[in-house]
């Protein structure tokens, strides 16, 4: 089955009981027993299972090309979960251009139960080689990059990580499985913030992990299951029924996306544009090779240099709306500086480029004529 087949009816069936075509949302918490211990079928409560997430579940599993999916209550919980099969002395290589809340869980809550981390550039593969010891035991990659657009080489990591039988995980929250595929380019677990693209409409917040290992996929059930973050029945019909339109909306995102990109590319006030689809980008070679397009996340920063002008600039601007969060249908704008990662130390921020003129567009499905004259007014 192609792709955009399988958004809509990979690892689907319409709904046993009734025949209904869409998943229905199975709002309940428990499941009738006919004899104790022998539930009408494979569901008994909620939180180890139930249908509309199950539904969810394997949908994300088709459309990664993965074994077995399973659906949280947030994306950090989804990442949370993988965190947990670590103990102390235990050692990470993590991107050094992770988003904030994820270096946030990292540093600020993991550090404290005695887990080593170690943030770097991970296209420095001499690097990551050097640093992987016995107590190496997880690898963690977001590319493209927040809000940098940093691409890295998934199968180059996937090599390493793989000789060294280390659990290779990759956020694909920004390229989505539309456009990339990591777990076919040798990873592990790909989790995904499906508050984002997944979702596609701004309005749930949901997380998700996919593995190819049937065994891993229990161990990740299983940590699931005993703390808790489940992703509820209405919010899990919500990421399905975004699901089934992710191949029209990512192809739109990316056309817009290069459109607004070389709009921002040949204006006088910009300075840098970080696009991985554009030809000047450091890593672009890598990013054509492994991703089938680009996407619909643009940033860039003023040749002024100012973050009065960037402040300025998203305040006037009237369709894109100025809010944090990314991947819904409409455009947003976001300073992350002062926003989605303000949780990063000002000296760490500045040291990898996220600088206080830098500003990041989702760009949305709406018709670029208008996006584009709304970016054009905002500079003026
Ligand atoms: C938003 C986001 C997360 C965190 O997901 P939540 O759903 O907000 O918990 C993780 N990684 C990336 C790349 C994100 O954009």
Not at 17 to 35: E, I, L, R
Not at 238 to 267: F, M, P, W
Request: with cysteine.
């Amino acid at each position: 089955m192609k792709f955009n087949t399988k958004v809509i009816h990979g690892n689907q069936h319409h709904d046993p009981a009734t025949g209904a075509v869409m998943t229905p949302v199975y709002q309940t918490s428990t499941f009738v027993q006919t004899s104790p211990g022998k539930p009408v079928n494979e569901f008994e409560y909620s939180r180890a299972s139930n249908p509309t997430r199950s539904a969810l579940e394997n949908a994300l599993a088709s459309i990664e090309n993965g074994g077995r999916g399973l659906a949280f209550s947030s994306g950090l919980a989804a990442t949370d979960c993988v965190l947990r099969g670590l103990k102390a002395g235990d050692e990470v290589i993590a991107s050094d251009d992770l988003y904030g809340g994820t270096f946030r869980l990292f540093s600020r809550i993991y550090k404290d139960s005695g887990i080593v981390f170690h943030f770097l550039d991970l296209n420095e593969i001499a690097a990551v080689q050097q640093l992987i010891n016995d107590n190496t035991k997880l690898i963690w990659l977001e590319t493209p990059t927040n809000p940098l657009m940093k691409i890295t080489d998934i199968e180059a990591v996937a090599k390493l990580a793989n000789a060294r039988k280390i659990l290779f995980a990759v956020d694909n929250t920004f390229a989505t499985p539309y456009l990339q595929k990591p777990l076919d380019l040798g990873a592990d677990i790909v989790m995904h913030s499906a508050t984002k693209y997944l979702g596609g409409h701004s309005d749930v917040i949901a997380g998700a992990l996919v593995v190819k290992d049937a065994t891993l996929g229990e161990q990740l059930h299983f940590q699931q299951f005993a703390t808790g973050a489940t992703l509820g029945p209405m919010d899990s019909y919500l990421v399905l029924r975004g699901i089934k339109t992710l191949h029209l909306r990512v192809q739109r995102h990316s056309e817009n996306g290069r459109k607004v990109a070389d709009y921002l590319t040949q204006h006088p006030a910009v300075a840098n544009v970080y696009y991985p689809g554009l030809k000047t980008h450091p890593n672009h070679e890598i990013a054509a090779k492994q991703m089938s397009d680009f996407g619909g996340m643009v940033s860039f920063t003023f040749k002024s240099a100012q973050k009065a002008d960037a402040i300025s600039f998203l305040e006037k601007l009237k369709v894109f709306t100025l809010a944090e969060s990314l991947g819904g249908v409409e455009s947003l704008a976001n300073h992350p500086a002062l926003m989605t990662h303000a949780s990063i130390p000002e000296e760490k921020r500045k040291a990898i480029g996220i600088t206080d003129d830098l500003v990041r567009l989702s760009v949305g499905v709406e018709d670029i004529d208008d996006l584009l004259a709304d970016l054009e007014q905002a500079f003026q």
